[in-house]
C-alpha cells in the first residue's frame, strides 16, 4: 500500500457532478478544501502526554486535503494529538514531499486559519457552520451569503473524512500496532478511499454503499456544530494575510450578495 500511495493520493483533476456543481460554482479556480481530523491511536504510557489532544483523548492529527469529488489530494498522518493544526500545516508545506498549491489556485479552510494566498477563509465573527443556520435562513448581509456558501463547500472536506471512517472501522477505535505502524494503517486507509473513489465510482453497490454512508456522515455533521475555529486562540497564521487577498474575498462576497438580491427581486439587476 505504501507503494502505490504516490499512484493514489496526489492532485488530479476532480469531475463534480451536476449535484455538487452549485456547490463550487462561486469557487473559480479553487481546488478543494483542507483541515484536520484526529483519529485515536495507541502509544505508551511515556508518550501519551504528547498524544493528548484538547479533549483529552490519545489521538493523531491528520491533515487532510480533499477535492470536491471526495478524493484526498494530500495527507499528513503521524504527528501528535497535541501538535496544533498549525504547525502540522506549516510542516506540510516545507518538507521535501511537501503539499503544493498550484500557481493562482486556492484551498477553503475554516475560520481557525489564516486567510491569504492560497488559502481561503469565511469572516469571522459572522455565523458559518451549517448547524448555526437551522431554523433561521434569512440573509442579513453579504459575509453571512459568502460564509453559507463557503461552509457548503468546504463541507466536503468533513465528509471526506466521516466517509473514511465509517468505512474503515480500524480508524474509529485504537488499535494496538505500534505507532509506527499505527500511522501507515491510516495512510494505507486513505490510499484504498482513493482507489475506490478512482477505480470503482460506477459500481452501483459501492454507489449505494457511498451514499448510505454519507446519509449518515451528513447527518452527523449537521447536527454537531463545532465553534472552536472561532476562537482567536486558536487562530492559524499560516499565511500572509495580504490586501489583495482580502478585497478579493470582499469582491467575491459582494458579487453573490448582488446576484442573491436579484435572483429574489430583492433589487433591480
Known amino acids: 500500500m505504501m507503494r502505490i500511495s504516490e499512484e493514489y493520493i496526489k492532485f488530479q483533476p476532480s469531475t463534480v457532478g451536476s ?5 463550487w460554482q462561486w469557487f473559480e479556480n479553487c481546488l478543494g478544501a483542507l483541515d484536520g481530523t484526529h483519529i485515536s491511536v495507541t502509544v505508551s504510557a511515556e508518550e501519551r502526554p504528547r498524544y493528548r489532544n484538547r479533549k483529552g483523548d490519545i489521538s493523531t492529527n491528520v491533515l487532510g486535503v480533499c477535492a470536491p469529488d471526495l478524493r484526498f489530494i494530500y495527507v499528513l498522518p503521524g504527528w501528535e494529538g497535541s501538535a496544533s493544526d498549525a504547525r502540522i500545516l506549516r510542516d506540510a508545506l516545507r518538507r521535501n514531499n511537501r503539499f503544493h498549491v498550484a500557481r493562482d489556485k486556492y484551498y477553503l479552510v475554516d475560520a481557525g486559519y489564516t486567510n491569504g494566498p492560497e488559502f481561503l477563509a469565511p469572516y469571522r465573527g459572522t455565523r458559518y457552520h451549517l448547524s448555526e443556520w437551522s431554523g433561521n ?7 453571512e451569503l459568502f460564509n453559507l456558501r ?3 463547500a468546504r463541507n466536503v472536506v468533513e465528509r471526506g473524512f466521516g466517509l473514511l471512517k465509517k468505512r474503515w472501522s480500524i480508524l474509529r477505535t485504537p488499535s494496538f500496532f505500534n505507532i509506527k505502524t499505527q500511522v501507515r494503517i491510516i495512510n494505507a486507509c486513505f490510499v484504498l478511499h482513493n482507489f475506490i473513489r478512482t ?7 459501492l ?7 454519507l446519509a449518515s456522515v451528513d447527518h452527523d455533521i449537521s447536527n454537531h456544530s463545532t465553534l472552536e475555529g472561532n476562537n482567536a486562540h486558536d487562530r492559524i497564521a499560516s499565511v ?11 469582491t467575491l462576497a459582494v458579487e453573490m450578495f448582488h446576484n442573491y438580491q436579484v435572483q429574489r427581486g430583492i433589487i433591480n439587476s
Not at 449535484?19 to 456547490?23: A, D, M, P, V, Y
Not at 454507489?207 to 454512508?213: K, M, P, S, T, Y
Open 240 to 250: 500572509q494575510v495580504t490586501d489583495q487577498w482580502t478585497n478579493f474575498r470582499d
Open 19 to 23: 449535484s455538487e456543481r452549485s456547490k
Open 137 to 143: 435562513n434569512r440573509l442579513e448581509n453579504y459575509e
Open 150 to 152: 463557503h461552509s457548503i
Open 207 to 213: 454507489e449505494v454503499q457511498d451514499l448510505e454512508f
Open 199 to 205: 477505480e470503482q465510482a460506477n459500481d452501483p453497490v
